[in-house]
């Protein structure tokens, strides 16, 4: 279940101030957990996620920062801040103290037990002080880096494929030479013998 965390909790699991491939694979993880983006239909937000400098130029001029085409930390903390987007940040609670006292019942609550309940929890609209509550039954957190990364499938690699005819016309040569060769001798010798 989720609680409305602060951007730079979140923010924590990206190494501050570093940049590159890994921080930008996370940033990328991070992006679509946060469930404001995941339906996002635009395309520079997309291309901004991916990483291409333009669009990640883009973003860096609305947002006033450097725009070095670099997705950082720092950039990515401005851009949600920006969006006031709210990211689940994977705690855990133990609500089995709370069924009976539930307002909304403990039918919801057990429905939402055992997996991800952020859309629930949010769906609902839980006032300030249900969400200040939630620190009462607070577990513990997921440790994100546990989640299995997604392979990137590469296809297998296919036997290099010989371009280059020459050596395989050398060897086919003979095959229409040496009868030519024979039936030039055959011809030769008939000649000879003819004309003595
Ligand atoms: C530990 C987690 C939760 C806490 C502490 C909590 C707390 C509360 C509180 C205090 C209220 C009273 C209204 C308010 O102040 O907003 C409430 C109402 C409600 N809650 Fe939760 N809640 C939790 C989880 C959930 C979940 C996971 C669901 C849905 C699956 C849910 C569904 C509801 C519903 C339907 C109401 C009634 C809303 C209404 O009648 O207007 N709650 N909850």
Redesign the pocket.
Known sequence: ?PKENSLLQEIGHLRKGSEGVEVHGQCRSACISAKKFQSEEDMEFSSFLSGTERAVKTRQASLGAFEDGIITAELLEKLFMAQGAVVPNFHV?D?TK?LED????DD??L??TGKD?TD??ED?G??S??RA??DD?LVGDIDTSTFPVKQKYSPPKQPHYNQDKTSEFIIKLPQFLVPLAILGLAFGIHLYSKST
């Open positions: 279940m609670y609500v709370f539930h307002p909304g019942g919801v609550l429905s939402a309940a629930d929890f609902v839980h006032s002080s249900a509550m939630l039954f």
